[in-house]
Antibody, heavy 118, light 111 residues
Framework: QVQLVESGGGLVKPGGSLRLSCAAS????????MSWIRQAPGKGLEWVSY????????YYADSVKGRFTISRDNAKNSLYLQMNSLRAEDTAVYYC???????????WGQGTLVTVSS | QSALTQPASVSGSPGQSITISCTGT?????????VSWYQQHPGKAPKLMIY???NRPSGVSNRFSGSKSGNTASLTISGLQAEDEADYYC???????????FGGGTKLTVL
């Protein structure tokens, strides 16, 4: 069965950096677009970024553009999110998700919490 | 403020039907058949319930159905059960630079 496991979250000071990872299994990772979606405490879902199968097509939400970088390693079945210049408003649970045929997110990881605070 | 508008809350009694609306614009909901719906229980990851407006993934109960009219999409849950109590989010592809937008979420209470 499809499994997505995020890691790398934690407490970081404003202006700091963090790298999230997502290990995928149970499907052919290289066949799917992948995405990061976040949810601030007590708030709704916010799409962050997605990456095409080979990594050549990448899109970001305006709120993270220029600060976050999405990447993937198909040989390692892994998705990454490099987060720089972190702000308090980036505090959220970050989910890794597989992108379905219709810009939907058909499988989700359990999420990893990122807290940006001094 | 979310790009797609959902009611903050809806409620219904067991066995009843409820509908959650999701209103966007011609740049998202109205312009594409790429509307999806997610169920999220407290402390859990979201789960895809409907994709491409009205399609159910394998394993999702046929009590859940989706539709769209103009710039508004809808999720209908029939035969409400206690386990349906959760937050529900819609999302859509958008022609804007954001590519994907979510609604603000709707809390469903089963009375």
């Amino acid at each position: 069965q499809v499994q997505l496991v995020e890691s790398g979250g934690g407490l970081v000071k404003p202006g700091g950096s963090l790298r999230l990872s997502c290990a995928a299994s149970g499907f052919t990772f290289s066949d799917y677009y992948m995405s990061w979606i976040r949810q601030a405490p007590g708030k709704g879902l916010e799409w962050v970024s997605y990456i095409s199968t080979g990594g050549s097509t990448i899109y970001y939400a305006d709120s993270v553009k220029g600060r976050f970088t999405i990447s993937r390693d198909n040989a390692k079945n892994s998705l990454y999110l490099q987060m720089n210049s972190l702000r308090a408003e980036d505090t959220a649970v970050y989910y890794c998700a597989r992108v379905g045929s219709g810009y939907d997110f058909d499988s989700w990881g359990q999420g990893t919490l990122v807290t940006v605070s001094s | 403020q979310s790009a797609l508008t959902q009611p903050a809350s809806v409620s219904g009694s067991p066995g009843q039907s409820i509908t959650i609306s999701c209103t966007g614009t011609s740049s998202d909901v109205g312009g594409y058949n790429y509307v999806s719906w997610y169920q999220q229980h407290p402390g859990k990851a979201p789960k895809l319930m409907i994709y491409e407006v009205s399609n159910r993934p394998s394993g999702v109960s046929n009590r859940f159905s989706g539709s769209k009219s103009g710039n508004t999409a809808s999720l209908t849950i029939s035969g409400l059960q206690a386990e349906d109590e959760a937050d529900y989010y819609c999302s859509s592809y958008t022609s804007s630079s954001t590519h994907v937008v979510f609604g603000g979420g709707t809390k469903l209470t089963v009375l």
